[in-house]
């Protein structure tokens, strides 16, 4: 069956850089691209960029462009996003997505279970 | 950038009723709306996309419609199970973004 398990949850000072992983299993891992979206607490949701797992391309939000890289590993089929220069209002739950087909304009039909990454001096 | 205002932000329902949450799009997006449950300290499920295309193992009691800039969700003969927090989604342009969510709770 199709899971996505991500890294456990952080905890980081501002400034510091922040790696989120999210390996996948129960299909073919390049066939698919992959968001990665955060939950403020007791907030909504928000998109933060996008990965072409076949072919590297990314599509990042622009509040985040120049801290936020989203890279991936085929030989172990895991996603990975990272997010520098981390600031308080960073803390949130992060979640990767998987899209119904390659394309970065298609819904997510399975999530990992998040990660906490908690900014805090 | 495409705006999604959600309505209500919130409703308390018994059992058994039919409840209906709109989505409104700030320019047409055509069939690119999806619609996500998430239920406290879990992570959100894709039950309706494309607007109207119910999600593979979706209750059936979940339905979708419109087109455009409006488009809604609705849940036939509520289950207790269904209380969570729904948001829409739209593909249509970057940056994708979210409606700002509609609560159900079950009396």
């Known amino acids: 069956q199709v899971q996505l398990v991500q890294s456990g949850a952080e905890v980081k000072k501002p400034g510091a850089s922040v790696r989120v992983s999210c390996k996948a299993s129960g299909y073919t891992f390049t066939s698919y691209g992959v968001s990665w979206v955060r939950q403020a607490p007791g907030q909504g949701l928000e998109w933060m960029g996008w990965i072409n797992v076949y072919t590297g391309d990314t599509n990042y939000v622009q509040n985040l462009q120049g801290r936020v890289s989203m890279t991936i590993d085929t030989s172990t089929s895991t996603a990975y996003m990272e997010l520098r220069n981390l600031r308080s209002d960073d803390t949130a739950v992060y979640f990767c997505a998987r899209g119904v087909d390659t394309s970065g304009w298609a819904p997510w039909d399975y999530w990992g279970q998040g990660t906490l990454v908690t900014v805090s001096s | 950038e495409i705006v999604l205002i959600q309505s209500p932000d919130f409703q308390s329902v018994t059992p058994k009723e039919t409840i209906t949450i709109t989505c409104r799009a700030s320019q047409p997006i055509g069939s690119s709306l999806h619609w996500y449950q998430q239920k406290p300290d879990q992570s959100p499920k894709l039950l309706i996309k494309?607007?109207?295309q119910s999600f593979s193992g979706v209750p059936s009691r979940f339905s979708g419609s419109g087109s455009g800039t409006d488009f809604t969700l609705t849940i036939n003969s509520l289950e207790a199970e269904d209380a969570a927090t729904y948001y829409c989604h739209q593909s249509n342009s970057v940056p994708l973004n979210f409606g700002g969510g509609s609560k159900v709770e079950i009396k």
């Open positions: 494309y607007a109207s």
